[in-house]
Nanobody, 125 residues
Framework: QVQLVESGGGLVQAGGSLRLSCAASRRILGNYYMGWFRQAPGKEREFVATIKWRFGSTYYADSVKGRFTISRDDTKNTVYLQMNSLKPEDTAVYYC??????????????????WGQGTQVTVSP
């Protein structure tokens, strides 16, 4: 079992930046993926970014490439999402997710068993 706790959401103007953090309750091992998904009102949960713990391989949704950066801190069992050049369409609840058994793709929400409670990100025009 892994508990995930997100922090760092808030209200920001378009063009601004926020950094989200997700702390895991125990040591994250090499085969784990830790990622970020988001869900806007009336929409399905969508992939944002993920990182494979062992090698630090990263994956991004096309909509955030070049603006968002996912990173990890092994010593803190924490993953971060640095979000720059934010747009109103980035407004959503952002969820952290983790799992070590990814059968198909780390970009698919149902591949992840462990989820945080979510943190709201609101970008005003």
């Amino acid at each position: 079992q892994v508990q995930l706790v997100e922090s760092g959401g808030g209200l920001v103007q378009a063009g601004g930046s926020l950094r989200l953090s997700c702390a895991a309750s125990r040591r994250i091992l090499g085969n784990y993926y830790m990622g970020w998904f988001r869900q806007a009102p009336g929409k399905e949960r969508e992939f944002v970014a993920t990182i494979k713990w062992r090698f630090g391989s990263t994956y991004y949704a096309d909509s955030v490439k070049g603006r968002f950066t996912i990173s990890r801190d092994d010593t803190k069992n924490t993953v971060y999402l640095q979000m720059n050049s934010l747009k109103p369409e980035d407004t959503a609840v952002y969820y952290c997710a983790a799992d070590e058994r990814i059968a198909t793709s780390p970009t698919i929400p149902h591949e992840y068993d462990y989820w945080g409670q979510g943190t709201q990100v609101t970008v005003s025009p």
